[in-house]
């Protein structure tokens, strides 16, 4: 007999008894800390060492909620965790904020959760707070998560995009387009090649030996919404650099490559979740990139360029047939909304 | 000659040169924090003082956006704000991240952003990191704002749900409604009566002035969803403790009560965002009381019940005309969705 599945009600984000029954059937057994668990409106945390700390906010609105290598759950504690990460910051603690439309089916949203609360065991943070909302059918679509999150910076690290500096290099940690392209081809519903899969991962471990080789870290970005290109960009125009990179040193994998062909699109622009560009004075490229390599998720990890004094805020590519043009950033949309 | 009216598009979320125009253009200019105007992904904050901090989330998807007293920007602001007031926290720091369906109308969403930055400065708070999506048509309700919120918690303040205790005094720092019924009243579309204003402030100044009367404080709530009488089931089941409280000590509002008899409903279970709920000592009850009648949010401060050993985890109303009857947590939608 086929089980019913069980959807989510307005009343499930009214504030009463079913409320709580969500809340206490659903959250907590997933996200036990204590602070959470008091179901007070603040979590109240001791901050082990005084200093600086990081703070991000990330809405995730994936369509489909679903697909291959991840899904919003994976996603939402992912990107808040490497916004921190990119901060130089150790991660500690997430918020996750639930915006659902009645009529979800809880099996979805059980699924997300779990996702969610494996990715936060695998980056070493804790969920402390959360917030659940049900709007009623057809205003939203489906789940929207959002994640707010706290980190501490360690001593001596001092990262940003307006701080690389002529003579750094850039960093890659591995392939591009993994993510972008494993969206739009679910999307399609295309099944063009079923090795193409997300790379949502947390990064926090990756910039934890970065920070460890010793090299002397400027800017950290991951490159998700307009892909690498985007961030290539942000980092010229803060820092007032211009930013050169080879074509060729830049991973793209076969599949990726493959279903970029089809849809007319450059793998550089496109989203990923599980890499970042790192720019680091250029005698401590080679310890960074041993140190990136040296990490499960930065074994592909490539030199891809360099920073200069000429064209400031601007960024030219190197291109495999050896001709040279500037990277612009995209006006708008780079191509469908995946996020 | 009318001006046209400009439009949120999908590209101004799609992480290129118009999402830097809008963040540009509308974001920075009001919340000008130097740690939201690098852009980077995480702000990094020195907390002055080691110690305990606050965290919390809160999602806002309230219709209509703008109401008497108060809309989305000033709310999303409020709420979170009175979230980490409610943990005895001051509130520093703020996350503000928007959901936006294509073609809602740039002036509203400016409207809303400038409620928003008025309200942080009544707080206190500084905007310090933000996140934008625009979803399509259809896709969500206009606009969703998520705020999470980061708070110092002064030394030897220790206030939650669970720490009430018997000979507790119940307080109850305004006039209960006043938000649920400007809300219902916009959305059924009547001009019934347009002295109807939503509370929504913000909570941090009373709850300072609170804790500097010495009064020994054990719980705090903002009764919004559910209302009052949500608020107090969450004390009595936490704590453990029964709570007895006089309706006739009840401040509310007479546009409101009229309200609440057209539409059948009761002020009890009608959301807040003004309000607290504070349990003190027995001892320190007056002066409680003084404190927050001192402050131009509490005028109207009343003490409206206490907490004892009987019935535990149960709230028991003596209402006016002499009964004595359980006033019991909703168990789905209080009245309408109206956040």
């Known amino acids: 007999m086929k089980q019913a599945s069980r959807l989510i009600l307005l009343d499930h984000g009214a504030g009463g008894r079913l409320s709580r029954e969500l809340v206490e059937g659903l959250i907590l057994p997933r996200f036990g800390h204590r602070a959470l668990a008091r179901l007070d409106d603040s ?10 700390v990081a703070l991000t906010t990330d809405s995730y609105t994936v369509t489909p909620l679903f697909f ?9 504690v992912c990107g808040t965790v490497n916004d921190l990460a990119m901060a130089g910051a150790r991660p500690l603690y997430l918020t996750l904020a639930l915006i659902i439309e009645e009529g979800l089916d809880l099996a979805e949203l059980e699924r997300a959760l779990d996702s969610a609360r494996e990715a936060a065991r695998e980056a070493g943070v804790e969920v402390v707070a959360g ?4 709007v009623p059918r057809g205003a939203a679509d489906k789940l929207f998560i959002n994640t707010a999150g706290l980190g501490v910076v360690p001593p001596g690290v001092e990262v940003s995009s307006a701080k690389a500096r002529p003579g750094d290099a850039v960093l890659l940690s591995g392939s591009v ?13 295309t099944r063009l090649d079923s090795s193409l899969r997300s790379d949502t991962a947390p990064l926090a471990g990756l910039v934890e030996a970065l920070i460890a ?14 892909g690498l290109a985007a961030t290539l960009n942000e980092i010229a125009l803060s820092s007032g650099v211009g930013l050169s990179v080879k074509e060729g040193a830049i ?9 970029c062909e089809l849809f007319g699109l450059d793998p550089l622009f496109q989203a990923n979740e ?12 080679e310890r960074a990139l041993a140190a990136l390599r040296g990490h499960p998720l930065g074994q592909e990890a490539a030199i891809i360029g360099r920073a200069g004094e000429e064209r400031p805020g601007r960024v030219i590519l190197e291109t495999r047939v050896g001709g040279r043009r500037f990277l612009d950033l995209p006006a708008g949309e780079p191509t469908v909304r995946i996020c």
Do not use: F, N
């Open 43 to 52: 979590a109240v945390l001791d901050l082990a060492a005084q200093g600086r």
């Open 68 to 76: 291959p290598g991840g899904d919003i759950g994976r996603l939402a």
């Open 131 to 134: 917030d659940t909302k049900v």
């Open 177 to 189: 387009g993994d993510h972008g392209l494993t969206i739009l081809t679910q999307r399609a519903g």
């Open 213 to 226: 080789s010793g090299a002397e870290l400027h800017s950290l970005r991951d490159p998700t919404r307009g």
């Open 251 to 259: 991973p793209v994998k076969a599949e990726v490559e493959a279903a």
């Open 274 to 285: 599980g890499k970042l560009v790192a720019l680091v004075r250029g005698d401590g490229a």
